[in-house]
């Protein structure tokens, strides 16, 4: 064994598993040296879950990443000669209507994102794997992508590790835990071994279900928690004898009984000669934290191996039973069944990136081995570019605000996401049931008196409408439809389609208290956002103004989207939700690396935000505000920021609209926010909820929407919302930005489409939700860009105004045009759409007076 260095450029904790070895691959690939990998285990890994893994690799998911990961991931292994494609079934039992649907809804996921799954008949599923009851199954899923790592990924990480050896670019070294970590100054320096510490400039923890403890040594914690998966195993099974094949038939998931099954191959390889059965538990799913994990020397099995008790799976396996006989055929060996931990996430989304608290420290756990190399790469590219080839917002570190990273939330959120294991039919509105009422916003009570349909976004309770305007339904039920399809309806309230045109008709408050709010100040606060935003922000002239502007990356690619309030001695960044914690990190990195003298400071709880709108907003604002007159038109343009008194209370109104209403954003401190709200609703103003904020009304305006319209994969002139001149002072991405802008027309646009018509097979109206692919009418093949970026819904919903589903999408150049037909799938049946706006244009605005159809 080498000698343990003293300085390294990189460590990894946690080398061994495949995670590990996938980043110190491709970190050397992209020309990183002077790497060292520690493990407390073997390496490869003897204890973690890389070593009991089932390895198979399935290509189906409702996330473009997750796809994008899987599929590199396969191509990776494949190259290796590390992979066998043997193809995948998933199947749905006969009188499980609902999962047929699912498995309809995957394969067009599968079309959005670039997979090759396809529907499957009961008898061709028969031919491809002979030990199902054809009788059983009404139909399934083949994926022909879908299979297995050969002989291990366990023996891929190995391999990986030795390459990386061999180019003299990676020092390893077995059972050496981490025991602690150096930070001086914000920045990790080092990592203490009983071997000795070694300085470093960064540290990647890859330490799977021991990756909390790593991160607990900076005072941090990772939202994720190792779940016990029954793994167990029948046989003997001699099919696939003097073969040599690691495994015969494609790969089964019986996923209505939370299940899968494969054979282990050939009575000669390591497993082979067996049936194995996994399942994963929906009502009691087991987790432990990982402080209650055992070491190596005090385990029957193995840290990340626990005992098997048969009570756990015999109601699911009397099921797999019935439609595999096989397994109650075969001997049963208790012996080799276990329980192999694994882990589960807050919000489905791994924990990747670079420490919330210390500079050059990055995590990089809680992904499975069909993801593995795509990980790698993920995160070689980032700590080399800064970014990543796919927009990387549903993983990155970064997106979790304080309260979800504290033991309980991460208790209740993870055993909700380990009953969805294998289970996922999740509507794409789904709410959580833990973690809930964390953040309320001053007028909670007063929401719940008038029966607010309560959803939650970044901790805050957030009415979508409310039962008290049900009466409203009685004036608009001719314009509002019935959704009779329950997938469609579901987590969709009616009454929220008639706020939505009763604010079009008078006036209307919405609660935008969930607004992620930061104060930039300090001598460099300007220069750090001139820096950061595509927009102008200096100059005396933009002091005291609302500017909307976008963050780009170094690639001209659009980062973030929010508006910055233009104060004397600051700058306020008023951000979304879900986008705001990102973007709250990102700011304090760059202003260390720059070296600008800021405070960043979070004041998002001390703030509410209410939003008035409609065409009687100015009359209505003008009975409670003092001094009326200042309200007017000519007094108060729009984009301007004043500041106002109601109810006695100071009030900083933004007049702008996210609604296409005329109206204002309202802003104050918490503590007065109630008595606004009460003066605004003593006018007569009805309490909207926030479907027709960030739904239905954004979508007949064609606004564009942060981590879903707006990704890193898309430039500012494709979401066409690019300035008409640029600034003269630079900016991150100006270089690339102005590239772009001196093409003749950009690669691909986002467009606004309608469904022309939404009647499916069975006379049903449809109103679609999550992501459709969007194809050829001609060919029936979904539309790809001449950059090779797939086409596909990023926003989609009804809106009442128009009387039709409103989608946006970015469309190749090629098809992008009004009146362009094309069409798009849900759940397995194709819709004609149009496309009725190239760029941004706005369906409805009340400025135009009137509504497009």
Not at 87 to 104: Q, S
Not at 526 to 548: P, R
Not at 790 to 803: D, E, L, N, Q
Request: glycine share 10%; proline share 5%.
């Amino acid at each position: 064994m080498a000698v343990f260095p003293q300085k390294a450029k990189v460590v990894i904790i946690g080398l061994g598993g495949i995670v590990g070895a996938s980043i110190a691959h491709h970190l050397i690939e992209r020309g990183w040296d002077d790497i060292v990998g520690i493990d407390k285990s073997g390496i490869p890994t003897d204890i973690g879950s890389t070593a009991h893994a089932s390895d198979f690799c399935y290509t189906t998911s409702h996330d473009f990443l997750s796809c994008w990961t899987t599929l590199y991931s396969i191509d990776f292994y494949d190259k290796l000669g590390h992979y066998a494609r043997v193809g995948g079934l998933e199947v749905a039992r006969v009188g499980d209507d609902d999962r047929m649907a699912e498995i309809k809804r995957k394969v067009t996921s599968g079309k959005a994102f670039g997979t090759r799954v396809s529907l499957i008949e009961p008898a061709e599923i028969k031919e491809k794997f002979p030990l199902i009851e054809e009788s059983m199954v009404q139909g399934g899923m083949w994926d022909p992508d879908a299979g297995l790592v050969i002989p291990r990924s366990q023996t891929v990480a190995g391999k990986l590790i030795d390459q990386g050896e061999k180019s003299g670019k990676l020092l390893s070294f077995a059972n050496t835990p981490a025991q602690s970590l150096i930070v001086k100054d914000g920045r990790i320096t080092g990592v203490v071994t009983h071997r000795g510490t070694i300085e470093a400039e960064y540290v990647i923890v890859c330490a799977g279900l021991w990756g909390r403890l790593i991160a607990e040594m900076v005072g941090e914690d990772l939202p994720v928690m190792p779940v016990d998966h029954p793994l167990t195993f029948f046989g003997p099974y001699n099919e696939f004898a003097n073969t040599g094949k690691e495994i015969g038939f494609p790969l089964m998931r019986d996923q209505g009984n939370s299940a899968y099954m494969r054979d282990t191959g050939d009575p000669k390889t390591a497993e082979g000669g067996q049936i194995e059965w996994g399942y994963y538990e929906e009502k009691n799913p087991r987790l432990c934290h990982p402080r209650d994990l055992l070491e190596k020397h005090e385990a029957r099995l193995s840290p990340s191996q626990r005992d098997l008790d048969m009570e756990q799976i015999i109601e699911p396996l009397e099921r797999a039973m019935e439609l595999t006989p096989i397994l109650g055929e075969l001997g049963y060996n208790e012996g080799h069944s276990f329980n192999g931990l694994l882990q589960v996430t807050t919000d489905g989304g791994p924990s990747v990136g670079e420490s919330q608290k210390v500079r050059g420290l990055w995590y990089c756990v809680a992904i499975w081995v069909k993801d593995g190399p795509g990980f790698g790469k993920l995160v070689a590219d980032w700590m080399t570019d800064g970014r990543t080839p796919i927009d990387h917002n549903r993983i990155d570190y970064s997106r979790f605000y304080p309260h979800m990273l504290e033991e309980s939330f991460i208790e209740g959120r993870c055993t909700e996401a380990a009953q969805k294991i294998y289970n996922p039919a999740v509507h794409p509105r789904e709410p959580y049931a833990t973690g809930r009422n964390v953040r309320r916003s001053p007028f909670y009570e007063r929401e719940k008196e008038l029966g607010g349909y309560f959803m939650e976004l970044g901790g805050w309770e957030r009415a979508h409408g409310y039962a008290a305007n049900e009466p409203l339904l009685e004036k608009y039920g001719d314009r509002i439809p019935v959704r009779e399809n329950e997938w469609d309806n579901r987590h969709f309230w009616r009454v929220s389609n008639a706020e939505h045109l009763a604010l079009s008709e008078d006036c209307g408050i919405i609660n935008l208290s969930h607004f992620a709010m930061y104060d930039i100040e300090g001598p460099d606060h300007v220069e750090l956002l001139e820096w950061l935003c595509a927009a102008k922000i200096g100059g005396d002239a933009n002091i005291g103004k609302g500017i909307y502007t976008h963050f780009l990356d170094d690639e001209g690619m659009v980062r973030a989207d929010f508006t910055v309030i233009r104060m004397a001695d600051r700058c306020r960044l008023i951000d979304g939700a879900d986008a705001g914690p990102r973007d709250f990190h990102y700011m304090r990195r760059v202003a260390q690396d720059k070296g600008f003298d800021v405070t960043i400071t979070d004041v998002t709880e001390r703030y509410v935000t209410i939003g008035i709108w409609g065409p009687n907003a100015r009359t209505n604002l003008q009975k409670v505000v003092e001094s009326p007159e200042n309200l007017s038109h000519e007094n108060f343009p729009f984009a301007a920021i004043k500041q106002i008194r109601i109810a006695g209370k100071n009030v900083t109104a933004f007049r702008i609209s996210y609604v296409g209403e005329q109206g204002w954003e309202l802003h104050m401190a918490y503590g007065d926010a109630l008595a606004v709200w009460d003066a605004l609703r003593s006018t007569g103003a009805i309490a909207v909820g926030v479907e027709t904020y960030a739904n239905s009304r954004r979508m007949e305006k064609s606004l564009r929407l942060q981590n879903a319209d707006l990704l890193t994969e898309y430039n500012l002139l494709e979401a066409d919302l690019a300035r008409p001149k640029v600034k003269e002072a630079d900016f991150r991405g100006k270089a690339k930005h102005l590239e772009y802008r001196a093409r003749e027309h950009q690669p691909a646009m986002l467009c606004t489409l309608v469904v022309t018509d939404n009647i499916d097979s069975n006379g049903v109206a449809r109103y679609p939700v999550g992501i459709l692919p969007v194809m050829d009418p001609e060919t029936g093949e979904t539309l790809v860009d001449e950059l090779g970026r797939r086409s596909f819904t990023t926003s989609i919903a009804y809106g009442p105004t128009i009387g039709k589903n409103i989608a946006l999408a970015y469309l190749p150049w090629s098809h992008a045009q009004e009146g362009r037909k094309l069409k798009v799938e849900y759940f397995g049946e194709t819709y004609p759409v149009e496309v009725v706006g190239v760029g941004y244009k706005p369906l409805y605005d009340a400025e135009n007076l009137k509504p497009r159809s």
